[in-house]
């Protein structure tokens, strides 16, 4: 059984920092492409960044570059989300979602799991 879990949202600050973390299982993590994903409350899904399968290439969202960074333990089976000065704009749902491929994509009907996502609250 495939699962996506996603860990480490929550509440901070303007200008503060979360790392996210989602920890698959019931496939072959380092087959797949896996990405970030976000949906804020009455907007579309909006992808964040995305890593080829070994995490020698990476993609960001415009809004995403020069704060967040993507990355991913393919022993531990484990993708993260390091996020740096975050702004209320960043307030969202964020999932993780393994792609259908090795190479990654920025639209969400190319990766065909999806974890629950965790909430990421940026206020002051």
């Known amino acids: 059984q495939v699962q996506l879990v996603e860990t480490g949202g929550g509440l901070v600050q303007p200008g503060g920092s979360l790392r996210l973390s989602c920890a698959a299982s019931?496939?072959?993590?380092?087959?797949?492409?896996m990405g970030w994903f976000r949906q804020a409350p009455g907007k579309e899904r909006q992808f964040v960044a995305a890593?080829?399968?070994?995490?020698?290439?990476?993609l960001y969202a415009d809004s995403a570059k020069g704060r967040f960074t993507i990355s991913r333990d393919n022993i531990k089976s484990t993708l993260y989300l390091e996020m740096n000065n975050l702004k209320p704009e960043d307030t969202a749902v964020y999932y993780c979602a393994a792609h259908t491929a090795s190479l990654p994509t920025m639209e969400d009907y190319d990766y065909n799991y999806w974890g629950q996502g965790t909430q990421v609250t940026v206020s002051s």
């Open positions: 890593s080829t399968r070994g995490g020698g290439f990476l």
């Open positions: 019931g496939f072959t993590f380092s087959n797949h492409a």
